[in-house]
């Protein structure tokens, strides 16, 4: 038993001649790239978010146009109107629904005359500028504008998906600064065994490969770490905001799953490939 | 085979001196050749130019057949496998056992477990560290982490086996032993060279040999 316990250990220290295990021990990397695969978890979900209430926003305020005009004539102009190209409707908004409308604010005014409204359906995104030209060529009639609140709220959230995009460059870059110290670090205290490898005949690739494994590994379990510090909170965060801002339940499709599942395979990708380019640069001064 | 012509060695950090100079010799297949020399000569310095830890500055040399200048880089790990190296300084990698020391010249060739096992089985044996074989190198004497690192420099049937002060801090018998051991494998073909800046040595076992004064070829035979 204690035979077969002293192979084991024998085999497994076999497969790591470099000692990296424990050069490159500890918890400080995985527990840095947790934080960071952290972040990024919270900056992709806030891209997400941004991006379908910016969605959200567009599509109530696109494909509706409000034009206001005089009760006289109104026939007509709904005539030329519903003629427009990219119009798929143009209907007056019924007196009934506009008194409801209008009661918070005037009261029950029975006698009150009322402008007419019409809200046209636009099939055409992209002839909106035109639609809303022709509108306003009709004598008396007012088109509203789109809400200057919308396109205020648009800029943010598009602002707000940019920033996180930054953020995640952000993280990408000291993720790879960190594990270059690291790396480096490792060399450090390996770099007699290093050299010695090296003259019974390693090759570079066999060296830093390594390295690379164990650097990625290290980061994958960091970013899972991350992961299941993430997913929790940011579940709690989109069941809290999703109804006020969404007007709707969350659901699971409102977390970045694609995203966030490729976190761990990032942050490994990022941890083997730095670690090959540094240790094979070190290497490369041996002769 | 090893052949040096016009051989001239610079370390970078060694302030513009020649370590070594004007160097011509040649070494044959399955020859067994005394490395002599006051220390300082430059002794490790041709031993390390032969196992390709450092390329000359200038001269021509060949290794096993091979022109060392022209080689690519990429190249030299493979005839670095053929070339076994007993270290003045021993080397061994203090956070490997003596069974995982010896190994490691075939795992770096990529052999199994299953594969290499016999061969280090048989090495530990032949220099009498069978019983050790679980041992930190820390852990041994000095003989014995002596004659570990040669076990570990020809577990891998090198043709080249060269050896840096191998009875360097050895007695009489331990010696002898080591020196037993090397001759042995000159014996088996291999080409062997050996630095020591003992007298005794090569008086005791005559054969051929290299004297350096001041990184300069003093005599050769
Ligand atoms: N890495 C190095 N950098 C700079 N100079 C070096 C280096 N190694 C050796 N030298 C110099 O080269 C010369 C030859 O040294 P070398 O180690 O080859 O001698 P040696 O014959 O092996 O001596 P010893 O018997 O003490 O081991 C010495 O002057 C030494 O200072
Ligand atoms: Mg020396």
Redesign the pocket.
């Known amino acids: 038993m204690a035979d077969r316990n002293a192979f084991r250990m024998r085999r497994l220290r076999g497969r790591d001649p470099l000692g990296l295990r424990r050069a490159l021990a500890g918890w400080l990397l995985p527990a840095l790239v947790a934080a960071m695969a952290l972040l990024a978890a919270m900056a992709l979900t806030g891209a997400q978010g941004a991006g379908s209430l910016a969605a959200r926003w567009e599509q109530a305020a696109a494909g509706q146009i409000l034009v206001q005009l005089p009760p006289e004539g109104l026939g007509p102009a709904l005539d030329r109107l519903s003629a427009l190209p990219g119009v798929a409707s143009a209907t007056p908004v019924p007196d009934a629904r506009l008194r409801e409308f209008l009661r918070p604010w005037l009261g029950e005014v029975p006698g009150l005359p009322l402008p007419a409204m019409v809200e046209m359906r636009i099939s055409d995104p992209s002839a909106e500028t035109a639609i809303r030209a022709a509108a306003a060529d009709i004598p008396g009639a007012l088109v509203e504008e789109r809400g200057e609140a919308v396109t205020q709220a648009l800029r943010v959230a598009n602002g707000v998906r940019g920033l996180a995009w930054v953020i995640l460059a952000i993280i990408v870059l000291v993720a790879t600064a960190l594990v270059a110290v690291a790396t480096r670090a490792g060399i450090a205290a390996r770099s007699q065994t290093i050299t010695i490898l090296h003259e019974l005949g390693a090759r570079d690739s066999d060296i830093a490969g390594r390295f690379a494994r164990r650097l990625g590994w290290l980061c994958t379990l960091g970013a899972l770490g991350g992961l299941a510090i993430a997913l929790p909170a940011l579940w709690l965060l989109a069941d809290a905001a999703i109804p006020v801002a969404m007007a709707r339940p969350a659901a699971l499709a409102d977390l970045p799953w694609w995203g966030l599942a490729s976190l761990p395979l990032v942050a490994g990708t990022i941890g083997w490939i730095t670690a090959r380019l540094t240790v094979g640069a070190w290497l490369r001064r041996l002769p | 085979m090893v052949r040096f012509t016009n051989i001239g060695l610079r ?1 970078p ?2 302030r513009g001196q020649w ?1 070594l100079s004007g160097l011509d010799f040649l070494l044959e297949t399955g020859s067994f050749t005394w490395l002599l ?1 006051p ?7 041709v031993l390390g130019l032969m196992h390709l830890a450092v390329r000359p500055t200038a001269g021509r040399m060949e290794v096993l057949g091979q022109d060392v200048a022209r080689m690519r880089r990429g190249a030299l790990p493979g005839l670095r496998r053929r070339i076994g190296v007993v270290f ?1 300084d021993y080397r061994l990698l203090p956070h490997l056992n003596a069974y995982e020391n010896v190994a490691l010249p075939l795992r770096i060739q990529g052999l199994t477990e299953q594969r290499l096992r016999a061969d280090v089985t048989e090495m530990l044996r032949w220099v009498g560290l069978l019983e050790r074989a679980d041992a930190a190198p820390a852990s041994l004497s000095g003989g014995e982490q002596q004659r570990l690192a040669l076990a570990r420099a020809v577990v891998a049937r090198p043709a080249l086996l060269v050896a840096d ?1 191998p009875t360097g801090n050895l007695d009489g018998a331990q010696a002898r032993r080591v020196i037993a051991l090397l001759r042995e494998m000159h014996r088996l073909g291999t080409t062997v060279v050996v ?1 020591t ?1 003992s007298e005794a040595l090569p008086e005791e076992y005559p054969a051929p040999a290299l004297r ?1 004064e001041a ?1 300069r070829l003093l005599s050769h035979g």
């Open positions: 370390y950090e060694g370590a020399g220390s300082g000569a430059g002794k490790s310095s003045q002060e630095a800046h350096l990184g």
